[in-house]
């Protein structure tokens, strides 16, 4: 198992609706907790990186400005963006910076505050997220992607909404744990076949909450890391890939390319399978991606990944328990902020800090985590 | 210059492909097809990927595509609210694979995945032009 | 000198005012140039990195849409931000993820459409370019910006608005030669002098004109360079640093301490001295960023750059060549694009395929790429 | 929440440092001090990045300050067109560093670095408020 690159420090702000402050604020708030949990100061930093997705922000070029406010000047610093996974783009970045000898410690801050503008500017912006040549002038929306992928799912492998009922319910379940999330109640399997439908077969309950919100990761060198922290948390594996943005470019809707490959890239990084991952978060911004993960990640046969929650194998307790934190349905997904709260709940994990939702013993955890509607693909496995 | 007219919101007005537009207006709708390496783009592209070429000719999408996917889509973006409830469908013509909507004629409970189902030009309000799936 | 991670392509669209075709296009252009000077298909590439400042698109995550059109799925892709800096923060991440490992082959491609918005839209977006809560209230634009330095230089040192013109006079008479410059006329000392104040002391002609444009740098492994290449181009150093992005937060206006800090890191890496350098290229947004450019370089003595541009030591034939392909001034500032284009000059240089500008026998050559004003600081040294 | 009052266009409406708009109406320049660190900011931060901490309070800004570097804007953003010229300046007052405009009543020849300058609030129209430098 490599031991080159380790997680020292992770810190998350509460995920809300309508945060109080500004984005320099929000993002101090997980921050600030990383570098105590990493118990370094800004002099110690070599490099940070700021991962949001930038239409939602009036300030241009916040990585700058950001950097300014977390005291990282004047060490290098800049912003990377894939969307949704933009914060695990980063980690796989802070990763090749550090391996590559370039930097010893490096800061990776996600954050978004999506309460920034007006609802009525966030669903002019929702529009332009596809190919804005050839499907935006159709009325395109993520909702109406990710539904055409589970028509395309239920079409080839006989799943059906029902199991998308059943995420939707663990979810809830563990969201009710979670203090820092923005859903926090109950949900009954009736109320989410029952509800309003979004976008066929996709109904209210089967996407995920806007919120704003925080994450923070700090990477350290091998040696930093044996130096200064007591219970590091290594990078084995990051595997990231692509798919075309445009429906007409991929081969198949009934799963997602993206996270396929990334995922046999981590594997083989790691030198470990599926069956060895103890714990895992994927990215479920709707029902239908998660099913999709169990299968892209290999945690199921393609086509079999409804008998996993069908049979409760993804709760605390079965076989791989997937997104016990609550998961982006029940988080929320302030989209720069989200892989990094997912990196965080491993890392919790490993460190067997997860309190309520702790996997015992957990030695191995995975990050699943998808930028648009399966464009970019980040995997990431650790161990302790 | 030219592309600004596709679609019901239009977010880019220049491309090299935009014989598209003019091709649409005639009553066709086309992909384009590299000249070196003959691969076929829908939607059309200025240049192949494959060979670094702008080389490429306009090529028809015709007959009979099937339909791989669709969604009743209730809640729509900024400019496109008169419009909902709209179905928007994948539809695999032999290999080449088109996005678009389904008539409004047909009501959801018709539309069956694998369905068979062509391409045609649909004029909209204010000069704008775009194309739509109807059963074939 | 060291010899890990090597440039084996460089590419550039024609700079231009109002590019007649869309940015995936654009992008195509400086693309299939760049893989054909490396000799490479799609095939051979590992990762994809976009740079651009993003709020000139209506296409949101432009790198997903990007590498699909470039023919770059499923390898990944990400986009990456420091605004004018951007392609060689692009750069320094490439050289990492190599030099980690992590991939041979990456694709580093930057462009921007400036004339993409409306020029009403563009305007709204440059009072946003600074703090937004502290400074942009005030009206503040990066002629502004510059202005403050421009006239704290000259306090403190002694130089004068003479100096600057100079430095136009020489980037007007080498844009004549460079036909995918969008400026190509010559400018005589008396015009600059004489142009309309945009922000005092800066005129007219001290301000670089926008572009479009797109660039792209080919980086590949020592064993790849080695197998695939014939005159590869080695990253000798690679600097950056950032600096508070409020005036406030500067210690002195007389410089820019992120291109300082960058600068120092940049030579410490690749173990040369600015003696060394045969020719630069170096970030002239304006006439004053270049002066500032030539002391934070160690080109000159702080206070004594004015020298060397009275003295002629930055013409070809001079002490140290600087922006002999007419530099933002000329070529215009397709914010993405950029630092690319600022490298495909020092490598054709240091291929000894420059022609008309070729500096005979360059070894060494350095790239200076500044993000906003000054907020973002980036330095490349490269050698044959 | 306070802060969308601040300056001819605003860009923030949310801040944790949004008392700065409080203290402006009731005539002051404040900049906030780290109770634990005893660094101060201006502009104001609710945070000090020092100490990782949010125990922050406001002192104000007063007495006489030193022009650093100032520039005459001939064109302006967006929303300050009917503002040009105005002249932006930088300011320390014994290490504080405030970023403003210059007093309208100032013309460009009498403005030399190194003058003495005052910073103080000035009201705008449509209930917004910001400050400027004045000669001490
Ligand atoms: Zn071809
Ligand atoms: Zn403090």
């Known amino acids: 198992m490599p031991k080159d690159v380790a997680i020292i420090g992770v810190g998350q702000s509460y995920f809300v609706r309508g945060y109080q402050g500004s984005i320099r604020e929000l993002a101090f708030d997980a921050y600030s907790e990383a570098m105590k949990d990493a118990g370094i100061g800004p002099e110690d930093v070599g490099a940070s990186m700021i991962c949001t997705a930038p239409e939602y922000d009036k300030q241009r070029s916040p990585s700058g400005l950001i950097a300014e406010y977390l005291g990282l000047n004047p060490q290098p610093t800049f912003a990377i963006e894939t969307v949704c996974s933009a914060s695990t783009s980063g980690l796989k970045v802070a990763y090749s910076m550090i391996k590559s000898g370039l930097h010893d410690i490096v800061v990776v801050l996600g954050f978004q505050k999506m309460s920034e503008i007006t609802s009525a500017d966030s669903q002019e912006r929702m529009g332009r997220g596809a190919d804005i040549m050839w499907e935006s002038p159709f009325g395109t929306m993520m909702p109406a992607y990710y539904a055409l992928h589970a028509r395309a799912h239920f079409n080839t492998y006989g799943s059906s909404e029902k199991d998308l009922a059943l995420i939707r319910v663990k979810a809830a379940k563990y969201g009710q744990l979670n203090e820092r999330a923005v859903f926090r109640k109950g949900v009954e399997f009736d109320q989410v076949i029952n509800a309003d439908a979004i976008a066929s077969p996709l109904k209210k309950f089967d996407c995920c909450a806007n919120a704003d919100g925080s994450s923070c990761m700090i990477l350290a060198s091998a040696d930093k890391a044996k130096e200064i922290c007591k219970k590091p948390v290594w990078v084995m594996g990051v595997g990231s890939a692509s798919a075309p943005m445009t429906m007409t470019g991929r081969d198949s809707l009934a799963g997602l390319n993206a996270a396929k490959e990334a995922a046999k890239t981590a594997y083989e990084m790691a030198g470990v399978s599926p069956q060895d991952i103890d714990v895992a978060e994927v990215h479920d911004c709707f029902t239908i991606a998660e099913l999709m993960a169990y299968e892209n990640l290999g945690f199921a046969e393609p086509g079999k990944g409804n008998e996993l929650i069908q049979n409760g194998e993804t709760y605390l307790g079965g076989k791989i328990p997937v997104n016990v934190d609550g998961g982006l349905l029940s988080k929320g997904h302030p989209i720069g902020a989200t892989g990094g709260s997912q990196v965080r709940t491993i890392v919790l994990q490993l460190r067997d800090e997860a309190g309520d939702i702790q996997v015992p013993g957990a030695e191995i955890g995975l990050v699943h985590n998808i930028g648009g509607v399966g464009i970019y693909g980040n995997v990431v496995i650790l161990g302790r | ?136």
Chains 1, 3 share one sequence.
């Open chain 2, 1 to 136: 210059m030219g592309f600004e007219k596709f679609g019901v919101v239009s977010f880019t007005a220049q491309t090299r492909a935009s014989d598209f537009i003019d091709y649409l207006e005639k009553g066709e709708i086309r992909g384009t097809k590299c000249n070196l390496c003959g691969r076929v783009f829908f939607p059309p592209r200025a240049d192949c990927s494959w060979c670094m070429s702008k080389d490429v000719e306009w090529i028809e999408i015709k007959g009979q595509g099937t339909l791989i996917s669709f969604t009743k889509v209730n809640y729509a973006p900024t400019g496109f609210e008169g419009d909902v409830p709209y179905i928007l469908a994948l539809v695999d013509f032999d290999g080449i694979k088109v996005f678009g909507r389904l008539s409004k004629d047909l009501p959801e409970d018709s539309v069956k995945v694998g369905m068979a189902l062509k391409v045609t030009p649909l004029a909209l309000p204010e000069d704008k032009l775009t194309y739509e799936f109807l059963p074939a």
